[in-house]
Structure formats: structure tokens, C-alpha cells
């Protein structure tokens, strides 16, 4: 099956720096690969994404990258704001041989933004 | 539009003990996934169901868990016995339809501690 490895595991940043997160996966038939962010006690949330199509995504601060030749993705957040802190987790999604969508999480990224 | 709801959001008990717990899907949301998070994990896969049958699952320890998914609308999971590593939180996820890769929309989640 998908296997999908997301480093660093915890990551901090002064306010304003750059933020990288990145992860690869092992599957070659997966052709979408969303980031959630998830707040403290809160719901995973979807923040961007990308298929397989497209080499890059951008939207305000936060980009995506993809190299499907080396089956990884990257998330790169800049001007980072303490509102950014909390877990980043990225997947890759592809149908299944029952032609339904399977979705796998890496590990997650904490982030902290220090003011 | 109202989201994914889920209850209990807390929920103690002792090893050996039963609970279930519930989701009400994001209306005319075909697709229902559970997934179990462990503190400093991603969510991992337990079941996903399309409409009221299973489609996934492969990692569902069914010697103790079970799920059901009535009318293709709400979904219960229930743990019986439960074990100490089942302290988790239950996510529960709706997206559109299976058949084309897309976002998940996430409840709150149910967090179980086992004593």
C-alpha cells in the first residue's frame, strides 16, 4: 500500500522566516496530494492542494510544489505569523483498484511560529 | 453548510469496557471515513464506506471494532473490549463521492482515554 513519510516532525521559525515541510510517497498511481492544518484541539483542515497535473500551487502565502518524478511534494509557508503555529499533515490520495478514493497521512509537522 | 458532527468529543473508560461512538456527515455526502489518531500520528485509515456499504476495511481490528453505516446517512463505530492502545482520537471525515479524489471534510472528533 501508500506510504507517505513527512518531515521535519516538529519545526520552529521566527515570525516573518520561512517555513518548509516536506513529504514523499511510494505509490506512483497517486494523483492528488492535499495539506491539512490542524489547531490544538481542533479539526483537521484543508489549507491547499495539488494533483498530479500541476507542478505548483500557490495561494497567498502558502505554496505547493510536486516532483512526480521523485514522488515528492513540498509545503512552503512565508512570512510566517503565530496564527500559522499548529500540526501540518500532507497525503497523497489515488483511486483504488475498486476505483474509490484512498487516502494516507504522513506523521505530521508541528509547527511553532515565536513572535 | 453544517459540518461533520461527531459525539461524544470526551470519553473515559476502563480496558474491557464498550463505547461507540457517533457521525452525521455533511448532507449528500456519499463517502464516510473513520480514522483513528494517536497522539503524535497522523489519522490512519480504520473504514470508509460509500453510501451504506464498506468499500475499506483493511485495518480495522475487527476482533473489537465495528461500524455501521445506517440508511447511507449516519455512521456509529463501537469498540468492544476496549485495550489501552485504543486511547485515541476517532475522526470521523465525509467527502462528496469516492469515485474521484477530493477534499475530506472532518468532525471535531471523539477522544477516548482507556484506563
Known amino acids: 500500500g501508500e506510504n507517505v513519510e513527512q518531515h521535519p516532525s516538529t519545526l520552529s521559525v521566527q515570525e516573518g522566516d520561512s517555513a518548509v515541510i516536506k513529504c514523499t510517497y511510494s505509490?506512483?498511481?497517486?494523483?492528488?496530494f492535499p495539506w491539512y492544518k490542524q489547531e490544538l484541539g481542533k479539526r483537521p483542515q484543508l489549507i491547499i492542494d495539488i494533483r498530479s497535473n500541476v507542478g505548483e500551487k500557490k495561494d497567498q502565502r502558502i505554496a505547493v510544489t510536486l516532483n512526480k518524478t521523485a514522488k515528492h511534494f513540498s509545503l512552503h509557508i512565508t512570512e510566517t505569523q503565530p496564527e500559522d503555529s499548529a500540526v501540518y499533515f500532507c497525503a497523497a490520495s489515488k483511486r483504488n483498484s475498486g476505483g474509490y478514493q484512498k487516502v494516507t497521512f504522513g506523521i505530521g509537522t508541528k509547527l511553532q511560529v515565536i513572535p | 453548510e453544517a459540518g461533520v458532527a461527531q459525539s461524544p468529543r470526551y470519553k473515559i473508560i476502563e480496558k474491557r469496557q464498550s463505547v461507540a461512538f457517533w457521525c452525521n456527515p455533511i448532507s449528500g455526502h456519499a463517502t464516510l471515513y473513520w480514522y483513528q489518531q494517536i497522539l503524535g500520528q497522523g489519522p490512519k485509515l480504520l473504514i470508509q464506506?460509500?453510501?451504506?456499504?464498506?468499500?475499506?476495511d483493511s485495518q480495522l481490528p475487527k476482533d473489537r471494532f465495528s461500524a455501521e453505516r445506517l440508511k447511507g446517512v449516519d455512521s456509529t463505530l463501537k469498540i468492544q473490549p476496549a485495550k489501552l492502545e485504543d486511547s485515541a482520537v476517532y475522526l470521523c471525515?465525509?467527502?462528496?463521492?469516492?469515485?474521484?479524489?477530493?477534499?475530506?471534510?472532518f468532525g471535531e472528533g471523539s477522544r477516548l482515554t482507556v484506563l
Open positions: 471525515a465525509s467527502s462528496l463521492e469516492s469515485y474521484r479524489t477530493g477534499e475530506l471534510f
Open positions: 464506506f460509500q453510501n451504506n456499504g464498506v468499500v475499506d
Open positions: 505509490d506512483s498511481a497517486s494523483n492528488y
